[in-house]
């Protein structure tokens, strides 16, 4: 079973530059989300798809960044303008989405560094 | 809010050595609880997790991990650790309800030294 695909796995800008990352995740996953992790801690989440629909952006800094996921497959999470401290790594995660045993399977991330 | 501590950000054994990672969350609630491995140069790897039942959870590799309701923790062991362990280990809770949001401690650097 292929896993989750992300690309790029590398991308450095200047600040104020924009930025987009794409996301495939495992097939038959209805459960898309995105995840920033900054060097030293621990991954926090920013959005959550069920299929195309969002169902959690509370942390997403809407001023700033955007997701979509239009067909309920693929999604793109887009930076516009970055800031130094958008330095991070990018994860996406997928998971089938129903029942407490769900269970989340992550990419491989794209590093962002920002300058 | 809920959080997850891992107390212990850097760890250094020697192969054969016995591993105990300490794993505290804040949240009465019911809980999941999920230990991911980083290691070097890979993505996440889901090690083990625990839903419900026997509160003693095996996963890959040799691991396992203790959940303790009383002391809101969900330590991670193994008995004699390999060089192949050195990675970084998360410990990550969800509470549930609408989202399925896992919130994740800030990791435990292990180095194991031949």
């Known amino acids: 079973e292929a896993g989750v695909a992300q690309s790029p796995r590398y991308k450095i800008i200047e600040k104020r530059q924009s930025v987009a ?52 497959v693929d999604s793109t999470l887009k930076i516009q303008p970055a800031k ?3 330095s991070a790594v990018y994860l996406c995660a997928s998971s089938y989405g129903q029942g407490r045993t769900d269970t989340q399977y992550f990419g491989p991330g794209t590093r962002l560094t920002v300058l | 809010a809920q959080s997850v501590s891992q107390h212990n950000h850097h760890v250094i054994l020697s192969e054969a050595a016995s591993l105990e990672l300490g794993c505290n969350y ?3 609630g019911t809980v999941n609880l999920f230990w991911y491995v980083q290691y070097p140069g890979q993505h996440l ?25 009383s002391k809101f923790s969900f330590n991670l062991r193994k008995p004699s650790v390999q060089w192949s ?30």
């Open chain 1, 21 to 72: 990352f794409w996301c495939n995740p495992i097939s038959g996953h209805a459960t898309l989300y995105w995840y920033q992790q900054i060097l030293g801690q621990g991954p926090k989440l920013l959005i959550q798809f069920q299929n195309n629909g969002v169902v959690d952006d509370s942390q997403l800094p809407k001023d700033r960044f955007s997701a979509e996921r239009l067909k309920g």
């Open chain 1, 84 to 86: 130094l401290e958008d």
């Open chain 2, 26 to 28: 804040s949240y009465g």
């Open chain 2, 45 to 69: 790897q889901l090690l083990l997790k625990y839903f419900s039942g026997d509160p003693l959870v095996k996963g890959i590799k040799g691991f396992e991990a203790e959940f303790i309701k």
């Open chain 2, 85 to 114: 362990d050195t990675a970084e280990y998360f410990c990550a809770v969800r509470s549930g309800g609408a989202t399925n949001k896992l919130i994740f401690g800030t990791g435990t650097l292990l180095a194991v030294q031949p």
